[in-house]
């Protein structure tokens, strides 16, 4: 249950920082889709279901708060999640330079899908952000690597600081 | 069957797969249904997923703004007393400079009265608040605070001070709804060149100029820096607002000419917007006696509640009474609505 309420706060997260956030602050953030690195970073941690299902409920979301047709980056990111989760139980993606090629990869996966489904529902599509999607794919890559290290390392690190603290407080107190 | 110590690999297996294929076919389906048409069960997902999730866009925008009031208000405001002189000092310029237009648009519509032209009025107006962006970069749309509730419509026009901004797409939430951008490669706009009068459609492009003329014959003469206005010809804007300039014109290799637009309206920074809430009244043609001293100032025709009338787009300055009428432009392919009748007719 904390799993899902964990991974349902972060994808709503990810959508109002898009959204919101990013809109008010920076104009638009169009370089970074932070909805599909929750979306990766759920299917790495917890698998290929997991990935799946928060990559429906995250691309469906995302389709209703955007001008485009509802279930294409819920379709993209469903797959995306599903890879994923495959990818991180195949193989060990553990260290950074894996984990930033599969944020990297799944970014193209998700932009090819994405791409190819309005090339078949619109007449002239999208067009190919080819330059677009490598930055978006590269900057995706680069902060799914820090969050996920963060998400991994960060408990340990609180952890270990407030260890260090209490000792120090002892130490003075003596 | 196959066996770990956390239990049955394959079974394990198979229903993600089976749930992969359900999940991809809902898809699949989802999006086939919306196709045809955007009508259906898939709207009625879409508008209450929106809905829902605007709540939660309102929530966090009054969040982010609230805390960059904080700066903007109290920290950022230190030493811009002389800069509060100077502008009052621009303001008093300004009053003058108002009452100077007032006086050439009261003798304006006198003369229109003489002319016996029928003349436009403001359209009725209503301020929204730009609460988020898309969180797609392929598309342009953006999330306004205004929703059904407030008299918000599918396919109303929305307007900048600077000039037009888009409209509204899909059906809107309760106290949301979404606004396709000028500027996004689906939208479009009937409109018109203001030096010479000849008609097209722009349309959303990418790259450096977001916006493209088309339809426009390679025999009327073009050149940059010309501002191109929206003609009323769609339906969906008034005549007469402000689209953006030409920055380039070029002979097409057909028929028409290749013209880039560079918007007026700045969309990275779009903070309020207004909504035209009714279409833009005509006045109809005075009576032929009309004397000149019973002329009443412009008025505002606002008779929505909430709404407001105030303008804040300049709308086309007349074409001297003498010109000639606009060149009949190339064949124009958004004209659901019979020509708007405000020009002067010759």
């Known amino acids: 249950m904390s799993r899902v309420a964990l991974a349902a706060a972060a994808i709503l997260a990810a959508l109002m920082l898009q959204t919101v956030v990013g809109y008010q602050i920076f104009g638009r953030l169009i370089g970074i889709d932070l909805v599909l690195v929750v979306v990766v970073g759920t299917a790495l941690f917890y698998g290929p279901t997991a990935g799946m299902v928060s990559g429906t409920i995250a691309g469906l979301c995302q389709d209703a708060l955007s001008g485009g047709v509802l279930g294409v980056a819920g379709l993209a990111k469903t797959l995306v999640g599903f890879v994923a989760g495959v990818v991180a139980t195949q193989f060990i993606v553990s260290s950074i330079i894996p984990r930033g090629v599969v944020f990297f990869a799944m970014t193209w996966l998700h932009g090819i899908c994405f791409l190819g489904l309005y090339a078949m529902i619109e007449r002239h599509g999208i067009g190919r952000p080819w330059r677009q999607l490598l930055v978006q794919s590269l900057l995706n890559a680069a902060i799914g690597v820090v969050a996920t290290r963060m998400i991994e390392r960060g408990p340990e690190w609180w952890r270990r600081r407030q260890y260090g603290r209490r000792a120090e407080g002892r130490r003075l107190a003596r | ?346």
């Open chain 2, 1 to 346: 069957m196959l066996q770990n110590d956390r239990g049955p690999v394959l079974e394990f297996q198979k229903r993600t797969g089976y749930l992969l294929v359900a999940a991809l076919l809902g898809h699949l389906l989802l999006i086939s249904s919306q196709v045809s048409s955007r009508q259906g069960p898939s709207s009625v997902l879409e508008t209450a997923l929106f809905g829902t999730l605007a709540r939660v866009q309102a929530l966090t925008s009054w969040v982010t703004q609230s805390a960059s009031g904080v700066w903007g208000n109290y920290v950022a405001l230190r030493g811009l007393r002389t800069q509060a002189e100077q502008l009052q000092q621009q303001l008093d310029r300004m009053g003058v400079e108002l009452q100077h237009a007032n006086a050439q648009a009261r003798r304006a519509e006198q003369l229109e009265l003489l002319l016996q032209l029928k003349r436009t009025e403001l359209p009725a107006t209503m301020a929204a608040r730009v609460m988020a962006a898309d969180p797609a970069a392929d598309f342009r749309t953006v999330t306004i605070d205004k929703g059904s509730a407030d008299g918000v419509r599918r396919d109303m026009a929305v307007l900048s001070p600077l000039g037009v901004v888009g409209r509204v797409i899909d059906e809107p939430a309760s106290h949301a709804a979404k606004v396709q951008l000028i500027i996004d490669r689906n939208a479009g706009a009937g409109a018109v060149i203001d030096r010479n009068g000849a008609g097209g459609v722009v349309v959303g492009g990418e790259g450096d100029a977001p916006l493209r003329m088309e339809y426009v014959s390679n025999l009327a003469e073009v050149s940059p820096g010309d501002l191109v206005m929206t003609s009323g010809l769609d339906g969906i804007y008034p005549r007469g607002y402000v689209i953006g300039r030409i920055e380039k014109a070029e002979r097409g290799s057909g028929q028409y000419r290749q013209i880039l637009i560079r918007p007026r309206v700045d969309f990275s920074s779009l903070d309020t917007v207004l909504l035209v809430t009714g279409p833009q009244p005509e006045r109809a043609t005075p009576p032929a006696g009309a004397n000149s001293s019973t002329v009443s100032p412009t008025t505002n025709p606002a008779t929505t509640p909430g709404t407001t009338a105030a303008n804040p787009v300049a709308p086309a300055a007349s074409r001297p009474a003498g010109a000639p009428s606009p060149a009949p432009a190339a064949p124009r392919p958004v004209s659901p609505v019979p020509p708007a009748t405000t020009g002067p007719t010759p």
